[in-house]
């Protein structure tokens, strides 16, 4: 059998890794073993340790799923630290939820390795401590650190956390993949031990969404380093604080309180909108939030929102975000051809072209990151 992917066999293969793959690509232990040609129980001690691992069992593999021989070398990092954070469905499977974190390691671990190799600056981030974890307080000083007026908006939100050293993908998975993501939107795995983390996006989101998500993430990597558990509610402190943090740094309070009333028409929110890139409803709750609509109104908006179709489908369309950094920092690590990461790091190459697009490797036009086309006030900045 022809060897996969240009690699030599050198026989420093984990078991783990054979756990990734099956994760990667929504399989069973038994599934595995029917393509390798083994049985069940082999892999299981294959991926527990029990078992020292053939080298034809990982050409096989490496072919079947077109990887690198590298791709079962890698070992453990810094990345492999911490709980990982969602925004997800209820009725997000226990499969996707596994595909969705495997995707989210695998991606995770390259950023690492490129940011460092390629000179990049860790992350630089406000430390919530010296704010008492206040979300708001907080995301002022995040608005402030970057450069940003108190009413300006964030005109582009990627490039913002980009530039405090935080990787951002926002296409982790495929469209075309056979395991659903519909349930699930943002992810990310806050950790003191990782000074060069990522946040991400399953698939591509309309661009108020997709900002307010990164905003969530972003919450998660300030606020949540020493997370122990899973959180398993919307409703869980972590995720509020998280949220507020994300509408704070979007929609300041000096901004809301002049542009939201209880008297303001569902419609006149669309004003804001278009001003400031965040969708009506979490203009709306921004506004509850802060105590400017009471509870009554907030129902009502809620109702209308529903009503007029807008929870799906709201008017004024913000534009969606390019990322650069990841592209970047790899392109700085192994030079102008993006391939020569596929084994050096050992990723899926359908994956890591993916989540690089504004190289040529990805399909289709892409937009420029820099500029998000929100409507301008006169008195902002670029």
Known sequence: MPMPMGDQIHGAWRGERFTVLRDLHGLTQTDLADVLGVTQGFVSQLEKGQKAIPDHVVAEAAARYRLPLSFFSVGPGPTDWGVHTFRKKARASARDERRVKALFDEAARTFFEVSKASG??????????????????VAEELRSVAGLRPEDPVRNLTRLIERRGVGVITHLDSSESDVTLDGHFGISRPAGHNDRPIIA?????????????????????????????????????????????????????????????????????????????????????????????????????????????????????????????????????????????????????????????????????????????????????P
């Open 120 to 137: 990049f600056w860790p992350v630089d981030l406000p430390d919530p401590g010296k704010f008492d974890h206040d979300p708001e307080e």
């Open 201 to 381: 996006t399953a698939r591509p989101l309309p661009g108020a969404v997709q900002r307010l998500t990164l905003g969530h993430e972003l919450g998660h990597i300030l606020f949540d380093k020493e997370l122990t558990r899973a959180l398993k509610s919307t409703r869980a402190p972590e995720e509020q604080r998280a949220y507020r943090f994300a509408g704070a740094l979007l929609l300041p309070e000096r901004v809301a309180r002049k542009r939201i009333t209880n008297t303001l028409s569902l419609h006149g929110y669309l004003r804001i909108k278009a001003d400031y890139g965040v969708s009506v409803g979490a203009i709306i709750r921004r506004g509850w939030e802060l105590g400017i609509l009471s509870d009554d109104r907030y129902r009502s908006l809620n109702i209308q929102l529903s009503s007029q179709g807008w929870r799906t489908d709201e008017p004024v369309e913000v534009a969606r975000e390019n990322p650069q950094l990841y592209s970047q920092t790899l392109q700085r690590a192994v030079g102008s051809d993006w391939r020569a990461a596929i084994n050096e790091y050992g990723q899926d190459p359908v994956n890591l072209r993916r989540w690089l697009p504004d190289t040529e490797a990805q399909q289709g036009p892409t937009r420029d990151a820099k500029v998000l086309q929100l409507r301008r006030r006169p008195e902002s900045t």
